[in-house]
């Protein structure tokens, strides 16, 4: 990355974002949706006898904030 690129990329970055933005709130429903699929997964595993390490929770590259929409519309 040249030096203008890099610089473009960290002036279309925000400065400043909303404090709902910054950690939203997961919420029962999804949070009980996440952890009985893992549930299930690992019951699948450990019913083949497979040892498995299932993550609680991952970051997902695809989903976009309204921050980041933001960021990568300038």
């Known amino acids: 990355m040249t030096p203008e690129e890099r610089q473009r990329v960290v002036d279309a970055l925000p400065s400043e974002f909303e404090i709902p933005e910054a950690s939203p ?4 429903f999804h949070f009980n949706a996440k952890v009985a699929a893992r549930d299930t ?4 595993f450990q019913s083949i006898g497979k ?4 993550v609680g929770a991952a970051g997902c590259a695809a989903s976009v904030s309204p ?3 933001r960021a990568t519309s300038r």
């Open 67 to 69: 921050r980041a929409a």
């Open 41 to 44: 997964l690992g019951g699948y």
């Open 25 to 28: 709130p997961e919420g029962d």
């Open 51 to 54: 040892r498995v390490y299932l």
